[in-house]
């Protein structure tokens, strides 16, 4: 009783905040909705533990500590280094390890390697804009003890993915394709732990000439040149789109996986990216993230027997007002609560991180901070959740068996305890 009290406090406290939305979208998102949120967070997120301490004595108190977590929260990383300022930048890399266990690193061919033969993965490297060379972003994911994705080997929309300098030619594509992905497992081996093997690859009638069955081959070089260690997933759809391109989305993963393709994931992703469009589901005139729609969605994706990655998501304020911040953040709540609660969610990844550091075209205040990398409350929000809400920290006792149980949250804690020699011992442990 007492934690479904503070459950209910924690969502009073973000709703009484939230100007601007309606009561239509309160509705929605009602009680009877967070309360099913709350017991399938409850069920497919936590693990029972039971914990042998031999040299402690009956009745020790035992101090539980989560210090990681198992489901991965994420962001893209593209404006590693390019803020205005030394402090600017030192507070975007500690996001990294304090709000984010997993960054998204950029690989697109395109700025990877706009000239042949010179690609861009030293420090040294020329700048392009959100695509910062590739091996300081990998040395500093390593000494963050960072989650890394490489996104993507291979783009499916010809002009957003490929090098001006590549050929029309589908042959010789092809064979610069499987150069390309032996090139990139040569050089970062296992240290990228997750790729993308090809990104958006559904439509690609309308999408430029590409080699044939290039999905299927891409993923066979990957599986070639890439260590057994390393995961690939798909990353296609958005989950607003309608229904029947995502359930073609799951016929092509299964087909993939039917010819022997390891596919270990499925992405999706997620884009608010117009102001207006946010405007009207705070409003509650636009269904299309409802939590039914949503579920929905991700028990389609399920039908793939594949965990998800909620793969890039932005959620757009309104306009950079306090009533538009606080939208927001009321959305970014619910969203986030329901994916977590999935039970085939295994990631989310946040594609934006500052205001103003989205491509040409999307919205300037779809950030967790804003453009002086002040916090909105959009992070205020996710800070909440993801190391508050969802960490478990607790102190209990040793029992006449010298166990201590617990229920927790899936993933490392630290243990700390006195022994029976009065020497204070903390033990590592994996809630699973």
Same mark, same amino acid.
């Given at each position: ?113 706009? #000239? @042949?033969?010179?690609? *861009? $993965? ?8 959100? &695509?910062? %060379? ?108 309608? #229904? @029947?391109?995502?359930? *073609? $989305? ?8 039917? &010819?022997? %393709? ?171």
């Amino acid at each position: 009783m007492r934690k479904l009290l503070m459950i209910c406090a924690s969502l009073m406290a973000v709703s009484a905040s939230a100007q601007g939305i309606s009561d239509k979208y309160r509705a929605i998102w009602g009680d009877s909705v967070q309360m099913s949120i709350d017991r399938q967070i409850e069920k497919n997120r936590k693990a029972d533990a039971v914990i042998r301490l031999k040299d402690a004595a009956v009745g020790t108190e035992v101090k539980v500590e989560q210090v990681s977590h198992e489901f991965i929260f994420g962001s893209n990383i593209f404006l590693y280094g390019q803020l205005d300022s030394p402090e600017k930048n030192r507070t975007y890399e500690a996001t990294f390890g304090e709000l984010f266990n997993s960054a998204t690193l950029p690989f697109y061919w395109k700025t990877l390697e706009p #000239v @042949k033969g010179q690609p *861009r $993965y030293a420090a040294e490297s020329p700048y392009e804009y959100r &695509r910062p %060379a590739t091996d300081p972003l990998v040395d500093f994911c390593e000494q963050k003890g960072l989650h890394m994705k490489g996104h993507a080997m291979i783009y499916g929309i010809r002009s957003w993915g490929h090098p001006t300098w590549m050929s029309d030619d589908r042959e010789v594509m092809e064979r610069e394709f499987e150069a390309h992905i032996k090139e990139l497992a040569k050089r970062y081996k296992g240290r990228i732990h997750n790729w993308d093997v090809v990104n958006e690859c559904l439509d690609q009638a309308n999408r430029g000439v590409m080699p044939d069955d290039y999905t299927y081959k891409s993923w066979s070089w990957a599986m070639k040149y890439f260590p057994k260690s390393v995961t690939f997933n798909s990353n296609e759809c958005d989950m607003r789109w309608d #229904v @029947k391109r995502i359930r *073609r $989305y799951v016929e092509i993963v299964r087909d993939l996986v039917d &010819r022997g %393709a390891r596919v270990d994931y499925m992405g999706i992703q997620m884009h608010i990216l117009r102001p207006k469009l946010a405007s009207a589901i705070a409003a509650g005139e636009s269904d299309v993230l409802n939590p039914d729609k949503i579920w929905q969605r991700l028990n389609i994706l399920s039908e793939a027997e594949r965990p998800i990655f909620i793969s890039e998501v932005t959620v757009s304020a309104t306009d950079d007002s306090e009533e538009g911040r606080a939208i927001q953040k009321m959305l970014a709540h619910n969203l986030y609560r329901i994916w977590f609660s999935h039970p085939q969610v295994a990631g989310v990844t946040w594609w934006n991180m500052v205001d103003g550091g989205a491509v040409a075209g999307e919205p300037s205040y779809s950030g967790l901070f804003d453009m002086n990398m002040k916090r909105k409350p959009s992070y205020e929000v996710l800070d909440n959740l993801i190391n508050h809400e969802w960490k478990t920290r607790l102190s209990t006792k040793v029992d006449a068996e010298r166990n201590i149980s617990f229920r927790g949250f899936r993933g490392d804690y630290k243990i700390t305890y006195t022994n029976r020699k009065g020497e204070s011992v903390t033990i590592d442990y994996k809630l699973q």
